[in-house]
C-alpha cells in the first residue's frame, strides 16, 4: 500500500488543479445530447491562471469523448488524491 500511495502522490505533484466535467451539446440521431470531457483551467507555478492571446483561461481537456460516469470518476479519484494517499497510509498503519 504505501509504494502505491508513494506512486499516486509522485504523480498527483504534476497536476494539482482541480479537474471538471464538461458536457459539449451536439445532436446525434442515437438521442445522444452531449460528448462528455474532463479538464481544468491552467496555471502558473505561482498559482497565476495561464491564459491565450485573447485573454481566455488556458484550459487543459484530460479525456474526451469519455462516458459520463468515467468522467466522474476521474474528476473524483484526482480532486481527492490526499485523501485518497492518507487512507492508503493509514490502511498500512493498520
Not at 20 to 38: L, W
Not at 42 to 65: M, N, Q
Amino acid at each position: 500500500m504505501s509504494e502505491l500511495a508513494d506512486t499516486i502522490e509522485a504523480l498527483a505533484q504534476r497536476c494539482r488543479e482541480p479537474w471538471y466535467v464538461v458536457k459539449e451539446p451536439h445532436g446525434y440521431p442515437d438521442g445522444t445530447s452531449h460528448f462528455t470531457h474532463v479538464q481544468y483551467d491552467a496555471r502558473d507555478k505561482s498559482g497565476v491562471p495561464l491564459t491565450v492571446k485573447s485573454g481566455a483561461p488556458l484550459t487543459v481537456r484530460v479525456a474526451s469523448h469519455v462516458t459520463p460516469e468515467l468522467a466522474e470518476l476521474l474528476c473524483v479519484l484526482h480532486n481527492h488524491t490526499e485523501v485518497i494517499v492518507a487512507a492508503l497510509r493509514q490502511a498500512k498503519s493498520n
